[in-house]
């Protein structure tokens, strides 16, 4: 089922687009012409001016190609040089690098070193010295206690002892 008015929109599609085609092949056309013309404006200035360029250019060229030989010679000169310089430099660098690392090694071991030293030292100090100190210091505190408590048994309290006693208790 189609519509009556389908063929008719389909002509003028095909129509439009024969239009297109023939509006896009004028301006290649076109294009193709002016391109033709540039081309030749292109040559004729090429001829007039390029001509005593190029001439001039070719001594200049010919000049710089016998300095560019002499130039190149130094520079191979001058790279070898460079190269050898490099590897020395390099040589001594692998060389510093690797008595850097032997000496952070020995840092790193004499460091470690000397903490396990101070931890033993440490450790030593505190069973030797600072327990025993330590457990005199309380047998002394003890006697200590025990000789006050002594002498307050014998004092008689009087009044004013358990007075003042109350007192802070209140």
Do not use: C
Request: proline letters at 4%.
């Amino acid at each position: 089922m189609v519509p009556d008015w389908f063929p008719a929109v389909i002509t003028v599609g095909v129509a439009v687009m024969a239009l297109a085609m023939v509006l896009q092949l004028g301006t290649l056309i076109g294009l193709y012409l002016a391109i033709g013309r540039l081309a030749q404006k292109i040559e004729h200035l090429l001829d007039q001016r390029v001509e005593p360029l190029l001439a001039s250019a070719q001594s200049i060229v010919s000049n710089a190609q016998s300095i560019v030989q002499t130039a190149r010679v130094q520079v191979d000169q001058l790279s070898a040089n460079m190269r050898e310089q490099v590897e020395k430099v390099e040589q001594v660098m692998t060389e510093v690098t690797d008595r850097a690392r032997l000496q952070v090694i020995r840092a790193d071991e004499v460091i470690a070193d000397t903490i396990d030293r101070v931890e033993r030292s440490v450790d030593f100090i505190e069973r030797s010295v600072i327990r025993p100190v330590k457990e005199v210091h309380a047998v002394a505190q003890g006697i200590g206690s025990a000789v006050d408590h002594l002498r307050r048994r014998r004092r008689p309290e009087g009044p004013e002892r358990v007075t003042q006693d109350e007192e802070m208790f209140i």
